[in-house]
């Protein structure tokens, strides 16, 4: 089932991104690199650090610029916007705003760049990524959404932007 869910999603994201022009993808250097780390079963009194508590072991945040954002939207609308889409409240997803897709703990708009629980590969030194404007967007299926899944993600395809 998901080979024709991911071929429907993909047709309406290279539909609605057709000529749309590239996005900026500008990390916001003032809040760095997070290295998600978790406290252990220790107490904090002990000092005790533990694992990563997210998939993303590391993670830089993006700005929201406003090509970024317009990109946001136009996803969001070609895959949610339907008369017939209403959440828990009996809100339209017209109605619903693009923050919802930014996840916690951030939530914000990230690059994830390591993924995993194992602190051996977290880098000792960690920058923010160089900005760039993406010319292309790659739609992956991401099930399971644990860290036990990532390994099975699969690409569907890729959406030309320009």
Not at 11 to 32: D, P
Not at 36 to 60: F, H, I, P, Y
Not at 76 to 98: M, V
Request: aromatic share 8%; proline share 4%.
């Amino acid at each position: 089932i998901h080979d024709v869910a991911g071929e429907i999603v993909l047709r309406r994201l290279q539909r609605a991104f057709r000529s749309h022009g590239g996005i900026a993808c500008n990390f916001v250097e003032e809040r760095g690199v997070f290295a998600a780390r978790a406290l252990s079963t220790s107490s904090v009194d002990d000092g005790g650090e533990g694992d990563v508590q997210w998939n993303q072991s590391c993670v830089s945040i993006m700005e929201r610029s406003s090509s970024f954002m317009r990109a946001m939207q136009v996803a969001d609308e070609a895959l949610f916007s339907t008369d017939t889409l209403r959440n828990n409240n009996n809100e339209t997803s017209a109605s619903l705003s693009i923050e919802r897709h930014f996840k916690p703990p951030l939530f914000e708009p990230h690059y994830s760049f390591v993924y995993g629980n194992d602190a051996d590969r977290i880098p000792p030194s960690l920058e923010c990524p160089q900005s760039f404007v993406s010319t292309e967007m790659v739609v992956m299926w991401t099930h399971p959404s644990s860290l036990d899944g990532v390994e099975k993600w699969q690409t569907i395809g890729r959406v030309c932007l320009i």
